[in-house]
C-alpha cells in the first residue's frame, strides 16, 4: 500500500515557474514508477511526466518537453516535478501517481496509487 499526498501547487502568471512535490509513504517506493499526470476541467486526465523506479529512465507528454523536469529521491520517499515557463494551458489539478510495473508508465490504467491532486492554475 502506498499513500501519496502532493503540495506545491497555487496559482502564477504565465512564464513562472513552480514545483510540485509528492511525498510518499510505504517502504517500498523505490520499486515503484512514479508519473505525474492532470486533469482539465471538462477533459480527461493525461499523462505529463513520469520516472522509473531507479530514475534512471524518464518520459515526458510532448507538450511539457524542455519545460518541466521529473525527479525523484528514493532515500526521501519524494517524487518532484518542476515547472518552467508555465502557459495558460498547463491549469490543471495534478495528480502524483505510483505504478508497481517499475517502468515508466504513460497510461492511466497502468497506474496502482494515485494522490489527491494539487491545483494548478495560470493566469495570461
Known amino acids: 500500500q502506498v499513500q501519496l499526498v502532493e503540495s506545491g501547487g497555487g496559482l502564477v502568471q504565465a512564464g513562472a515557474s513552480l514545483r510540485l512535490s509528492c511525498a510518499a509513504s510505504?517502504?517500498?517506493?523505490?520499486?515503484?514508477?512514479m508519473g505525474w499526470f492532470r486533469q482539465a476541467p471538462g477533459k480527461e486526465r493525461e499523462f505529463v511526466a513520469g520516472?522509473?523506479?531507479?530514475?534512471?529512465?524518464?518520459d515526458y507528454a510532448d507538450s511539457v518537453k524542455g519545460r518541466f523536469t521529473i525527479s525523484r529521491d528514493n532515500a526521501k520517499n519524494t517524487v518532484s516535478l518542476q515547472m518552467n515557463s508555465l502557459k495558460p494551458e498547463d491549469t490543471a489539478v495534478y495528480y502524483c501517481?505510483?505504478?508497481?510495473?517499475?517502468?515508466?508508465?504513460?497510461?492511466?490504467?497502468?497506474?496502482?496509487?494515485w494522490g489527491q491532486g494539487t491545483q494548478v492554475t495560470v493566469s495570461s
Open positions: 510505504g517502504r517500498t517506493f523505490s520499486s515503484y514508477a
Open positions: 501517481a505510483a505504478a508497481l510495473s517499475g517502468k515508466v508508465v504513460v497510461t492511466t490504467f497502468e497506474i496502482d496509487y
Open positions: 520516472i522509473s523506479w531507479s530514475g534512471g529512465s524518464t
